[in-house]
């Protein structure tokens, strides 16, 4: 029998370290050769270390979660038979390439800097519990835009809860259900090793989030964390699109039975504006842009409790002005009675939020993942403006509204945001007086 000093083993040309995820074999228990001792993570790969000989393993040098340099000795063994230093390394490092083969990371996307960037260390626990982010688990969440809330939610099936990248790969695929679910609650300010600020919250009376607040609340981090949101504005001169729904909604109820607010007037020219620009209409995925092929219009809604929900009119586009009414009222009057269902809320490809309706005069909206635009409208306001008429400017009471685009820098630059926004002022502002009903 002899001595054996265990060491990291060198995973790649540009890989200095390897953090040990658990071991296998316990300190005073005998293996067989090629038994794995324990798994091992790079920013790369987890990898298994195979034992080089039969023995047992006398006194390990580091712990789970360590982090210790290629060639660093990680364990003492006492083998069987004594093993020459070039077979011990063929044994080592053909057992972790054939590993590395078997667990070839997927396609790689692009790295958008997310929660996980704010980590200082390369492992991560969840509220004290066992469970473990190794390396490689946090580097396909940064590729994937998967924050530490969201890991700790993905059901884990390594060892003592460990997360592993098979768990994560199957959580992408299933369409990730826990994206926005209620947040890991974070009883201890270190559980996640941010620094936190300790700010006086002050005293006052305690109102728990409800699960549909957490939720919104996690969207909207979200949103926020992945895209770089920019907001352009225009004004719009109202005045004609007023005055017809004025002069109409009365005998256009009477005819199709639907009451004729702004929100179809809204949704029908947007919907136009982005047939116009079908590059405002997508989402992104890694370095890839998908333009999607329907129009669907999403409108952001406010629930009886204060929440907020975005049915959405589907191919909006292809809809006359009655339709799109009906549709619009059918599915406020869902999200009045909290009646909406899961096709009601589902496929929206771009969204409006009217914040006009609670007297607003514009707004900056959060992006609704994973569209790439969001559109504000104002509230309508009469205001003396200057008007060119026959007689040359003349002042005039208008009515008039702000809109704000808010869209994803990294795919819509300002002359595609400012374009489209423009686009729909016009479309407001040219409404036909004269149209039928």
Not at 35 to 57: C, F, Q, R, W, Y
Request: glycine fraction near 6%.
């Amino acid at each position: 029998m002899s001595n054996y000093e265990l060491k990291m083993p060198k995973m790649g040309e540009s890989i200095t370290e390897g953090t040990i995820i658990n071991w296998l074999v316990a300190e005073g228990d005998s293996f067989e050769e090629g038994d794995i001792l324990l798994e091992v993570a790079t920013d790369k790969v987890d990898n298994e270390v195979p034992a080089p000989a039969s023995g047992t393993l006398i006194k390990t040098m580091f712990q789970a979660k360590d982090v210790v340099p290629v060639g660093g000795v990680m364990a003492i063994l006492e083998v069987s038979e004594e093993v020459k230093s070039s077979e011990k390394k063929d044994v080592t490092l053909s057992a972790v390439e054939a590993s590395q083969k078997k667990k070839e990371v997927k396609k790689k996307r692009t790295v958008i800097p997310s929660v996980a960037e704010k980590s200082p260390s390369n492992s991560f626990s969840v509220n004290n519990t066992n469970t473990f982010f190794s390396p490689l688990v946090i580097k396909i969440a940064k590729e994937h835009h998967i924050s530490f809330e969201e890991l700790a939610r993905i059901p884990a099936t390594g060892k003592e809860g460990r997360l592993r990248k098979s768990d994560v790969f199957q959580y992408i695929e299933e369409g990730r259900p826990f994206k926005f679910a209620q947040s890991v609650a974070e009883k201890d300010p270190t559980a996640y090793r941010i620094p936190q600020l300790n700010f006086d919250k002050g005293k006052g009376k305690v109102i728990e989030m409800d699960r549909m607040r957490q939720m919104i609340a996690d969207h909207m981090v979200y949103s926020k964390h992945t895209s770089p949101h920019v907001t352009a504005y225009v004004e719009a001169d109202m005045t004609n699109m007023v005055n017809w729904r004025n002069a109409n909604k009365v005998a256009f109820q009477e005819k199709h039975g639907e009451r004729l607010t702004f929100t179809p007037l809204f949704v029908e020219a947007v919907a136009k504006a982005v047939k116009d620009f079908p590059n405002i209409n997508a989402s992104v995925d890694g370095n890839n842009i998908i333009v999607k092929e329907n129009i669907n219009i999403g409108m952001a809604t406010a629930l009886p409790s204060g929440n907020l929900i975005v049915p959405v009119v589907k191919n909006a586009d292809t809809k006359d002005l009655k339709t799109i009414a009906a549709n619009v009222n059918e599915l406020a009057g869902k999200a009045r009675e909290n009646n909406l269902v899961g096709d009601d809320i589902k496929g929206s490809t771009f969204t409006i939020s009217n914040v006009g309706t609670f007297g607003s005069v514009m707004g900056t909206p959060i992006i609704n993942q994973p569209e790439v635009a969001i559109l504000a409208l104002g509230i309508i306001k009469k205001r003396p403006e200057v008007i060119t008429t026959e007689k040359g400017d003349e002042i005039a009471i208008r009515s008039m509204m702000y809109l704000s685009l808010s869209f994803d820098h990294r795919v819509v630059d300002g002359f595609l945001g400012g374009s489209f926004v423009r686009r729909v002022a016009d479309y407001f502002e040219q409404f036909d007086v004269d149209r039928t009903i």
